[in-house]
């Protein structure tokens, strides 16, 4: 086999592979001079010149020429008189090259270095897959469902590389079939032995953004913000949105008419409860928006300990923390506060909002109970200032309500 046969043999795994011609050459010179090292114990006497224009190679051996009957080494000298037979101004101690085809290596070195080549070529291909997909943790990745294992279910992409899905990064309501399609997001990867293990996961809260991204269009232009995503996979989600232009409703563009666009991601995570959030950069409020629709008396937050209480009637209580804890729980970490919750009545001397409908127009007072004021005094406490930050009301109209419920204690 000459050189450029050698070369030919890996022409399939070259155009399977994309491997360029230069990067096959690269390969192919590192490869004859490992084979070099393995039959002489160095490469140091020999010249390894590949050229991928005329995609051959040659192998030059560099012999010392010694005087004669001193040779020790036929591979790497040659004795005065022989040298002179090819040329008569060669000197003791001067360089004789020679080149040496591949065949005169032999058989068994020409296996060799077939076995070479196929180990390194399959090296440089799982470093590009290293590469290539490193920079894709994060990422969404389609594959089919390929072979399903107690432990994992292993994925398939177009391009046949692997994916791992481990047990624990499933959605304990996914059940898979071989040959189906699913979605996952490129989780981590790293080498096992030689070769590159792609670790993908369904429950990870960036799968999740991943997701909102392909159904909302304004959250992955950037017209929508997402502050910030928690889940515990396949029950329940909070997602906290905001928007650079007031004019902009980024729960409702998230949510969509009739919930059309949040469904086509529930439906993918296996009918996962989402709640959407309007952030908020008031504790308070943002603390009584990720709890949901509940009534709340009062919250303390404690900034130094990042420790939010928030009071609320007894029958709203079980509300507040969830099904197996699961709201409370989301709500702390949304929002980034250790949340704990009490039970409080209204004072003796205090009055529900609901109480001055006569007075007050139903939408200023439910304005107030959307952001945890339920009683006069809740309102009367805090100062216009703060009322302004909480509650989307004008000035006047905050200034007029809080006239009327004054009105009532000095009665």
């Known amino acids: ?30 490869s004859l001079k490992t084979l070099l090292r ?7 006497h020999f010249d390894v010149i590949v050229n991928p224009d005329k995609g051959d190679f040659q192998i030059f051996l560099n012999k010392t020429i010694v005087e004669d009957e001193m040779s020790e080494d036929d591979d790497l000298e040659i004795e005065i008189s022989e040298a002179k037979k090819i040329d008569d101004s060669f000197e003791v101690g001067e360089e004789y090259t020679v080149e040496i085809p591949i065949e005169k290596l032999g058989r068994r070195s020409i296996l060799t270095l ?3 080549l196929a180990t390194k070529l399959q090296e440089h291909n799982n470093a590009l897959l290293y590469e290539r997909f490193r920079d894709r943790i994060g990422e969404i990745v389609m594959g089919e469902v390929h072979h399903i294992r107690k432990q994992h279910v292993i994925i398939l992409d177009d391009d046949d590389n692997e994916f791992i899905l481990p047990k624990e990064n499933q959605i304990p309501s996914d059940f898979f079939k071989k040959g189906e399609n ?51 996979p396949g029950e329940k989600a909070k997602i906290a949105v905001d928007a650079y232009d007031d004019r902009i ?14 469904h086509g991601v529930v439906r993918e995570l296996k009918n996962e409860n989402i709640d959407v959030i309007q952030w908020s950069k008031n504790p308070e409020v943002f603390i009584k928006r990720a709890l949901g629709n509940i009534v709340v008396n009062k919250i303390e937050v404690k900034e130094d300990s990042n420790y939010a209480m928030v009071y609320t009637p007894v029958d709203e209580i079980s509300k507040v923390i969830g099904k197996g804890g699961q709201n409370i729980r ?17 004072e003796e001397d205090d009055v529900e909002l609901k109480e001055f409908e006569d007075d007050i127009e139903k939408w200023i007072i439910d304005m107030f109970v959307k952001a945890g004021l339920t009683t006069a005094k809740s309102v009367l406490d805090k100062d216009t200032s703060v009322l302004l930050k909480i509650v989307d009301l004008e000035e006047e109209t905050i200034e007029e309500t809080k006239r009327i419920l004054k009105e009532e204690f000095e009665d």
């Open 38 to 44: 393995k039959r002489f114990d160095s490469d140091d």
């Open 182 to 232: 699913i979605r996952t997001i490129v989780e981590s990867v790293d080498f096992k032995g030689s070769k590159p293990q792609i670790i993908v996961s369904r429950t990870a809260p960036k799968f999740l953004e991943k997701l909102l991204e392909l159904e909302i269009p304004e959250i992955l232009d950037g017209t929508i913000i997402l502050k910030k995503v928690v889940r515990i």
């Open 1 to 30: 086999m000459d050189s450029l046969a050698l070369i030919e043999a890996f022409g399939d795994f070259k155009d399977e592979k994309s491997i360029s011609k230069i990067d096959l050459m690269a390969i192919i010179e590192e």
């Open 114 to 116: 077939k076995q070479i």
């Open 330 to 346: 989301l709500a702390s970490w949304l929002t980034g506060y250790e949340i704990d919750v009490y039970r409080e009545t209204v």
């Open 249 to 262: 409703d980024p729960v409702g563009a998230c949510v969509g008419v009739k919930g059309s666009r949040i």
